[in-house]
């Protein structure tokens, strides 16, 4: 698949990303849509931040989202057209229950048998009126308190409550952890689960090897192809295709091994996934793919130590310096516990401290430490060790967990102590199979 020719549909109106703050697909999802209704549905997304200031209406003509979904028929003679008439009103009515169904469904009770007992719905949207006269759709997005506070991208706590229109509407990304990819790859897609595997490994584009996940949220949240009946508000809309997964998956990877730039260079180069088993079970599923970044339109260019970087040009290490910030902000989401075979776990962390992964102030001393040759993986490696030692032995120095503390003036310290650490507790590191989720002193993506 390649990019389409810029002249074949006018996209000069519309952002070419779609860009909004990873709290979102955590906590707001979708019910399992077809394709196009996903295209327009993510697109709006990306077109929020220009349209809608609190309370007002953004405003979308049925034309705009064709557009933006790329709703088109490609003719025998090559010539494009966009939906029109009553196969473009059928697609609007789709988008119009999928935006309503855009929400967030938090079980606050649950019965014996695990089902919900007491739960929340709160949509994104609290209004979506399609105009059909006039052919438009009219959205008013939720101001519904999620948090009582916010937390910016460098992990200061904000006095102010996180509403929903704050999670696609920032006045300045960066202050904002956010995810961000292209509409028009998104919406050249044919396969609905090619999108949602595309959308997942772009929030972890940087990471070095890939990415893991338990394989039920992947089937729950991901693909959407289950929900049982414990986790379905009315058990009449559980569904199970679960068989169908590795069908699905190997279409999706098919798909996004043959995305290549204008120029015939593929984007998302070895990518792959691996099945985890506990037995004969699959527990897990990891992403194997090098970083990327060349579906995205721009890429900003930042110089850091311009003493060793020409003028005008972006250091070779930038790109290294982000990746290490970026496994910075997974340790920072989690803690971790032995469980009961001795080995490294992890969970969810209940602060998620999020470093600004542009901030030249942050990258500096990762940055330094590359530019006179230390390792990428030396760095990983250092900032694990810290993240386990501090928030596993000593949680008293959790708050030393930053860039400036472990990249610092104790750097060669903590290095020459690294592989003391490993081998003091490699009887937690044993990479038996089924251990799942263990942490091997080389990063989550390791599959050893």
């Known amino acids: 698949m390649e990019f389409l020719n810029e002249q074949e549909l006018n996209n000069d109106n519309f952002r070419a990303e779609i860009k909004y703050s990873r709290q ?9 849509i077809n394709a196009q209704t996903e295209n327009v549905t993510y697109s709006i997304l990306g077109e929020l931040r220009d349209r809608y200031k609190e309370n007002e209406i953004a405003t979308f003509t049925f034309q705009e989202l064709a557009e933006l979904g790329g709703l088109y028929i490609r003719r025998k003679t090559g010539k494009i057209d966009l939906y029109s008439g009553k196969k473009l009103d059928k697609s609007m009515m789709l988008v119009s229950l999928a935006l309503q169904n855009f929400a967030y469904y938090r079980v606050t009770e649950t019965n014996d048998d695990g089902t919900p007992k007491s739960w929340d719905i709160i949509p994104l949207f609290s209004k979506v009126s399609v105009d059909g006269t006039k052919r438009q759709v009219n959205l008013t997005i939720s101001t519904q308190e999620i948090d009582p506070y916010q937390v910016d991208s460098k992990g200061n706590i904000i006095d102010k409550p996180l509403r929903v229109y704050d999670l696609i509407n920032s006045a300045d990304w960066r202050t904002v952890k956010h995810l961000q990819y292209s509409r028009e790859l998104h919406y050249g897609f044919e396969s609905k689960y090619t999108k949602r595997i595309y959308r997942f490994i772009s929030e972890f584009r940087t990471f070095p090897k890939g990415a893991k996940l338990r394989i039920d949220d ?16 009315d058990p009449k809309t559980a569904y199970d295709f679960r068989d169908n997964r590795k069908k699905f998956l190997d279409r999706a990877i098919k798909e996004l091994r043959e995305v290549k730039t204008p120029e015939g260079e593929q984007i998302i180069k070895n990518l792959g996934y691996i099945f985890h088993k506990t037995g004969r079970s699959i527990t897990s599923i990891e992403f194997t793919f090098s970083p990327f970044k060349e579906d995205l339109p721009s890429n900003e260019h930042i110089r850091i130590n311009p003493s060793k970087t020409k003028p005008g040009n972006e250091s070779p290490f930038l790109n290294d310096s982000k990746r290490v910030l970026d496994y910075f902000n997974y340790l920072s989401m989690l803690k971790f ?60 120095m959790s708050s030393n967990f ?15 102590f690294l592989q003391v650490f490993i081998e003091q507790n490699s009887y937690h590191f044993i990479y038996e199979e089924g251990a799942d989720f263990y942490i091997p002193l080389n990063g989550p993506w390791d599959n050893r």
């Not at 930053?402 to 020459?416: C, D, I, L, M, T």
């Open 24 to 32: 979102l697909p955590e906590m707001f999802m979708t019910d399992d």
């Open 218 to 233: 992947l089937d729950k949240k991901i693909l959407k192809i289950w929900r049982p009946k414990e986790d379905a508000l």
């Open 337 to 396: 516990e032995l469980n009961a075979n001795g080995l490294y776990t992890h969970v969810p962390n209940v602060y998620n401290i999020q470093f600004d992964r542009d901030d030249p102030q942050l990258l500096q001393p990762i940055h330094k430490l590359l530019e006179n040759g230390i390792p990428v993986d030396v760095l990983f490696q250092v900032a694990e060790m810290k993240a386990l030692e501090w928030k596993h032995d000593s949680p008293q």
């Open 402 to 416: 930053r860039p400036s503390v472990v990249f610092g003036n104790k750097f060669s310290e903590y290095r020459a």
